[in-house]
């Protein structure tokens, strides 16, 4: 059983960065995807980005492309979620998920994965 745990979350202004981080335990964690998805108040949660835990592979939505980077650490059992130039628009509570995901395509759809940590709130301010 794969279990995950966010931090990094807090309050920033607008231009500022901040990295979010996903402590993860369990074991043959070479056979998951790593995600991390956001969810507003009153909107649907939403795919962010996904690292494939072997060889790294990364993809992203539109909405992070070019300003999030996610990466993991296999050695520490971390994930993380580098957000740069944030935007008020960017306030949600941030969560790290994972799942045995087969097909890489697949890797946006949050019904693939089966583990989820408890989320941490960024709020960005204006």
């Known amino acids: 059983q794969v279990q995950l745990v966010e931090s990094g979350g807090g309050l920033v202004q607008a231009g500022d960065s901040l990295r979010l981080s996903c402590a993860v335990s369990g074991r043959s964690l070479s056979t998951y995807v790593m995600g991390w998805f956001r969810q507003a108040p009153g909107k649907e949660r939403e795919f962010l980005a996904a690292v494939s835990w072997n060889v790294a592979n990364t993809r992203y939505a539109d909405a992070a492309e070019g300003r999030f980077t996610i990466s993991r650490d296999s050695a520490a059992k971390m994930v993380y979620l580098q957000m740069d130039s944030l935007r008020p628009e960017d306030s949600a509570v941030y969560y790290c998920?994972?799942?045995?995901?087969?097909?890489?395509?697949?890797?946006?759809?949050?019904?693939?994965?089966?583990?989820w940590g408890q989320g941490t709130q960024v709020t960005v301010g204006s």
């Open positions: 998920a994972a799942g045995v995901i087969r097909l890489w395509v697949q890797a946006r759809q949050q019904e693939k994965y089966t583990n």
